[in-house]
């Protein structure tokens, strides 16, 4: 009888897996996508529930409030939060998954001490969950605002923490070597202060390469606490996890590679460089940053055969993405084509500006990626660029400026740019934008709801 | 090493390939819910947090187990519910203007 329970939890594993790879392929496109996570959700539920009837488990009442108090959170939180704070979503919940991983190698190495290559495996995955739930809590953080997502770059930082590392590791060393479960908990605390200590020094532009690379080693680090269970008397739930674990890590470090390619930096620069933690200086841009009022920039887009928006953070911040509808609207009402122009690392997420304004409902076939839209730029009459300012940066086709070889969105090209910022500052890359002071460049000042509120409201007078 | 752990690893290889070539040329578009939706997937590790619980005999062990179930079903229900909020504002046949 057992054996038949046995044969049938394994069936439901298969089909899992075979539902999660489908899932994830199905994600890729924009009609597929609903029915990829329906899939994916399925196949969960079931693993989950088949999982209770695993011969041999305990604990079933512990199980099952963990189950409901942690699901039932999820499901609340996830539910209710503004869909503005779904970048900082994305990060916690992966910290949980990490979290889990961490806390699953470390009752493995409690209880199964004994063999040494089980042993090991459940360290690595205790080492690399223990930095996603720490790095992610603190990404968490930044992007809540409560504590500042500018980087916060520590005296030695380099020294010290490669010493927490190498420290915090040689305490699993030991561990392992002794077959002694007393050096874990030094081995967890430093390897979650390593977590901390990495991602404090990154700042909040660069939070798409870095939420999408904990998101990997999450996916990492379930896929060997998969390897650690195979061995254990209910190895087969182990297998689904190490495919499904898998399956996130390489999938997850292909999109970290495609963030940091799109910033024209290596992820590692991201991690170790605190990039934007200085300003450059010395760089005089020549000419003047010419303010234009609302009306005159609503007459210049009334009368514009094309308008492309180049949304960036800063109207993720005014939350301005109704209006920013509104205003397409408006122009198409009038005879104007718009379209958006979205660079692939705008926002704090990956895809975080197509998120937003599909929230606000603009159709996404007027979106366009950076490759798609940037030779449509010389023959547009207006680009209206909304609290952007790296990515827009003509300093990236400069030798010797930081954000050199970045690839951007050539807005300068455009016969016409409107720029909506709230004030005269730098970016997040702490570089005078020579965009700002070139002739055919006009600065409308404001906070970015206000300012296209303003448009608006303009361009129904007119 | 055991030959489950040689198994396991080939399996892992596969997956990494698969993992690979599944989102290889996928737009700007979907990212996010690319994002969202593999950490979703990894909610598998509620699977193995069950089992680490069920598993578990004494006190610490079970705390941690509990813990560990705690977050992973969060990881399963957090990331599902961001995953599908997400994807139900690209979907075109949902929204009040209809298709355009």
């Known amino acids: ?462 | 090493m055991a030959a489950d752990l040689w198994t396991a690893l080939f399996i892992a290889l596969l997956a990494v390939f698969t993992g690979y070539e599944v989102i290889s040329r996928v737009p700007v578009l979907l990212h996010t819910p690319l994002m969202s939706g593999s950490n979703f997937i990894h909610g598998i590790v509620l699977v193995g947090a069950i089992v680490a619980l069920g598993i578990a005999t004494n006190p610490l062990e079970q705390a941690i187990g509990f813990v560990a179930v705690i977050m992973g079903a969060m990881n399963v229900t957090g990331g599902y519910v961001v995953t599908e909020r997400i994807l139900a504002m690209f979907d075109r046949t949902k929204r009040k203007g209809g298709p355009s």
């Open chain 1, 1 to 462: 009888m057992t054996e038949w329970i046995q044969y049938a939890i394994d069936a439901v594993y298969v089909v899992a897996v075979l539902a999660f790879v489908l899932g994830l392929k199905a994600l890729s496109g924009p009609t597929t996508a609903r029915r990829g996570i329906l899939y994916a959700g399925v196949a969960m539920l079931i693993a989950v529930v088949v999982t209770f009837f695993s011969p041999g488990l305990s604990n079933f009442a512990l199980i099952a409030i963990g189950v409901m108090i942690g699901g039932l959170a999820g499901w609340y939180w996830a539910r209710v939060v503004q869909m503005t704070a779904m970048p900082q979503m994305v990060a916690i919940f992966n910290g949980m998954g990490g979290g889990a991983a961490a806390a699953i190698a470390a009752v493995t190495l409690l209880s199964g001490l004994t063999d040494h290559a089980t042993a090991g495996l459940s360290a690595a995955g205790g080492v690399i969950g223990s930095i996603s739930i720490a790095g992610s809590i603190i990404a968490f953080l930044k992007l809540q605002g409560w504590i500042t997502s500018k980087p916060i770059v520590l005296p030695a930082r380099q020294v010290v923490n490669t010493a927490v590392l190498v420290v915090g590791l040689g305490f699993g060393i030991f561990s392992l070597v002794q077959l002694n479960p007393l050096w874990l908990l030094p081995f967890y605390v430093l390897l979650l202060l390593y977590g901390i200590l990495l991602t404090l020094p990154i700042g909040g532009a660069d939070m798409p390469v870095v939420i999408s690379l904990f998101n990997a080693l999450t996916g990492v680090a379930v896929g060997l606490d998969g390897f650690a269970l195979v061995n254990g008397p209910l190895g087969d739930a182990g297998y689904a996890m190490v495919i499904a674990g898998t399956l996130v890590g390489a999938s997850g470090s292909l999109l970290t590679l495609l963030m940091a390619r799109a910033m024209n930096r290596s992820v590692a620069n991201v991690f170790f460089g605190a990039f934007g933690a200085t300003e450059e200086t010395g760089v005089a841009v020549a000419g003047q940053m010419k303010p234009i009022d609302a009306s005159d920039a609503a007459v210049m887009m009334a009368y514009a055969s094309q308008v492309i928006i180049v949304p960036g953070y800063g109207m993720a911040v005014a939350q301005a993405q109704q209006k920013v509808k509104e205003l397409a609207d408006l122009l198409e009402t009038k005879g104007v084509t718009v379209k958006f122009g979205i660079h692939p690392v705008a926002g704090r997420m990956p895809g975080h500006m197509n998120v937003l304004l599909a929230e606000a409902g603009i159709d996404y076939g007027k979106l366009f990626d950076r490759d798609e839209i940037n030779a449509e730029f010389p023959s547009t009459d207006v680009v209206l660029v909304i609290g952007a300012n790296d990515v827009v940066n003509p300093a990236a086709h400069r030798a010797g400026s930081p954000l050199q070889g970045m690839p951007i969105l050539d807005v300068d090209q455009a016969k016409n740019v409107i720029v909506i910022k709230r004030g005269q500052g730098k970016g997040f890359a702490g570089i005078e934008n020579d965009l700002f002071y070139r002739d055919n460049c006009h600065m409308l000042y404001g906070d970015a709801q206000q300012a296209v509120g303003k448009l608006v409201s303009e361009l129904k007078k007119a």
